[in-house]
């Protein structure tokens, strides 16, 4: 479970263990499914069964170096817009940020805004250096 105290970058999301734990039951169950019904008038060959898990695994992978490098990119932020990231994303409303730091929600939206942005790209481009697809 990510820990509300750590910083952004290093928070610990359970959800990354979960996913493949998942995948590896529904493999199951699909070649128990597929086992039980060999008889049925619809077949699925077991090649399809294995090119769709080996899909499956490539995008967890994928997923996987998106969320690495995200917590890179975060780690490149200024101070100010990664608290202002946290705050947002650990459930406070923009207008709750905005009286915070003295501003208007406007300019919170559009901070937000142009951080995503900027995240985006990094993200891109750390993706595109290391020749994910």
């Excluded at 019904?37 to 060959?45: K, P, V, W």
């Excluded at 996987?64 to 990664?82: G, P, V, W, Y």
């Excluded at 946290?86 to 300019?107: C, F, L, M, Q, W």
Aim: aromatic share 6%; with cysteine; proline share 4%.
């Amino acid at each position: 479970m990510a820990q509300p105290n750590a910083p952004l970058g290093e928070r610990y999301d359970m959800s990354l263990d979960f996913v493949p734990w998942a995948c590896g039951i529904a493999h199951n169950h699909v070649r128990n499914f597929l086992r039980k019904r060999q008889n049925s008038q619809i077949q699925l060959d077991a090649d399809v069964l294995e090119i769709l898990a080996l899909r499956s695994q490539q995008m967890q992978q994928r997923e996987s170096d998106r969320a690495a490098a995200l917590r890179e990119c975060l780690k490149e932020l200024t101070e100010r817009n990664r608290v202002v990231i946290k705050n947002y994303y650990g459930g406070r409303s923009v207008a709750e940020i905005a009286k915070e730091r003295d501003a208007t929600p406007n300019a919170i939206y559009k901070l937000l805004d142009r951080t995503r942005a900027v995240l985006h790209q990094c993200v891109s481009d750390r993706l595109a250096a290391e020749g994910a697809p």
